[in-house]
Structure formats: C-alpha cells, structure tokens
C-alpha cells in the first residue's frame, strides 16, 4: 500500500495547527490516517515541532513518502539527514558508530543553533517591551501634564465666573441703595396726614357746645 506521510489540519481559521500522521496516499487529506507521529504549531516563533523520530525514520526506510512541509519537518528535526547516514553504513561508506558520532554532533550544533534563535528572540523580546513600556510611560506624562493644563485653565475660569458673579452682585445692590431714597422721601411726607388728624379736635369742640344751646333754647322757651 502507497503511503505518505503529510499532515492534518486542525484549530481555527487564521491559527491552524497540524497533526503529522501516516496515511493511505489515496485517502483524503484530512480523512483517516494509519497512525499519528507528532505535531507541528506553526504559530508560534520558533514554530513547535514534536516528532517521534525513530517512526518517522522507520517510515522513511520502508518507502513512505513525506509531503513537501513534511519533509522540510523532517529535515529541521534531522530524521532524513540520519536515514541519509543509515545509508552510507548499508552501503560501507562508514561504521554505524561513525554515523552516530556525526548525527550526535549535527543534532547539538542543531540545538545551538534553535538555543541561539531563541535567546536571540527571548532578548529581542525584552528590549521591545522596554521600547513600549517607555512609550507608554511617555504617554503617560503627557496626558498627566494635559490633565493638569485642563483642572488649571478650569479653576482660572471659575476663578473669572465667581469674580464677575460678585461684581455683578455689588452691581445690583448699588442699584438698590440708589433707588431706596425714593421711598424714604414718601414715608416722610406722612406726618402731613398726621397733622390733618390733629386738628380734629377743632370739629369736636364745636359739638361740645351745642348743649349749651340747647339749654339757651329751653330757658326761653319757660319765660315765655
């Protein structure tokens, strides 16, 4: 049976992430498989390979035949440059403990290498998030500093309301005191009716001697 070795898609759209699996090379990518050897996360930097390499290798060795991304996976992890050493002992080019020796010291400059990107990332990291947290700490003063301005020009412009709000007070009230004359000029016209009253007696004394003209009458009036 043809077999490939490819991969199946899996996750969301715009963050996909893959299943490196062994299958029928006639069944539908993301269809049944004949057994899973790792994953592959492309998502991240660098991007997350986990491979069973003796089942990739084993599977190389018995015809199975990587997809293009497969193999570059492959490659990356080392799987086919050991298949390629496996080779030359089968061929007697070198012993087995040769191809091991240089696989061992592929693999270590290989891991250096990935170590050294990842520092290299790790630091390149470092400095951006200090890069921004200074952006944002100036941002940060600066809106402090408007803020500032704002209250400042605010309590100046209450300063200038309450101002003009007590001129004006003072304003009206002169007003008034000006205006208060006027009545004090018509209260002290009252005594004049006061002094209309008092004169009033005169008519009453006038009543009080209407008896003695009555009497006057009367004593005439026996004489007769």
Known sequence: ??????????????????????????????????????????????????????KALSWLQTGAVPTETVNAILKYTGVV??????????????????????????????????????DGLSAGEAAEAKKILANE????????????AARIAESEANQV????????AKSDMEAVVEEAPVVEAVVEEAPVV?????EAPVVEASAEEAPAAEESKDSEEKKD
């Open 1 to 54: 049976m043809p077999t490939k070795i490819r991969l199946q898609r899996f996750g969301k759209k715009g963050k996909p992430f893959y299943h490196v699996v062994i299958a029928d090379s006639r069944a539908p990518r993301d269809g049944k498989y004949i057994e899973k050897i790792g994953i592959y996360n492309p998502n991240t930097n660098p991007a997350v390979i986990e491979l069973d390499n003796d």
């Open 81 to 118: 440059y050991k298949n390629h050493l496996l080779k030359g002992v089968a061929k007697g080019a070198f012993t087995e403990a040769e191809a091991e020796k240089r696989y061992l010291a592929w693999a270590n400059e290989k891991e250096a290498k990935i170590q050294a990107k990842r």
């Open 137 to 148: 700490i100036e941002i940060n003063k600066k809106r402090a500093k408007e803020i500032a």
């Open 161 to 168: 309301a309450e101002v003009a709000g007590a001129a004006e």
């Open 194 to 198: 006061e002094a209309v009253v008092e």
